[in-house]
């Protein structure tokens, strides 16, 4: 069975998810300094829609180095989105250009 929805973030309006037939995934922060201002309105849509839901962090290894730099990502992202656990998947966005190396 095929799930059908989409990954939103500041760049869209708020509603644009609301052709996402089954689930919204929405950026809630990046690196350690930045919460994405619409995350909680895309959400909140959602969620009064009845869609599945996801929210996502960002990663910014490029700024924030090794270990501790990910540990500090990683409160960053636990301490702005405690209360969509339970209700929500957490995600990790892992993009960011010349860092495919340092996954681990």
């Known amino acids: 069975?095929?799930?059908?929805?989409?990954?939103?973030?500041s760049y869209q309006k708020?509603?644009?998810?609301?052709?996402?037939?089954?689930?919204?995934?929405?950026k809630a922060t990046e690196g350690t300094g930045y919460v994405d201002g619409s995350c909680d309105?895309?959400?909140q849509r959602a969620k009064?829609?009845?869609k599945l839901r996801g929210h996502?962090?960002?990663?910014?290894p490029d700024l924030n180095k090794g270990t501790a730099g990910a540990v500090k990502e990683a409160q960053f992202f636990v301490n702005n989105t405690r209360n969509y656990f339970g209700e929500s998947i957490p995600i990790l966005d892992w993009e960011q250009p010349g860092t495919t190396g340092q996954v681990a």
Not at 14 to 26: N, P
Not at 56 to 60: E, G, M, S
């Open 1 to 9: 069975m095929a799930l059908y929805g989409y990954d939103v973030s």
């Open 14 to 26: 708020v509603g644009t998810g609301d052709g996402a037939k089954d689930f919204l995934i929405c």
């Open 41 to 43: 309105k895309h959400y």
């Open 48 to 50: 009064k829609q009845s």
């Open 56 to 60: 996502y962090h960002f990663a910014r």
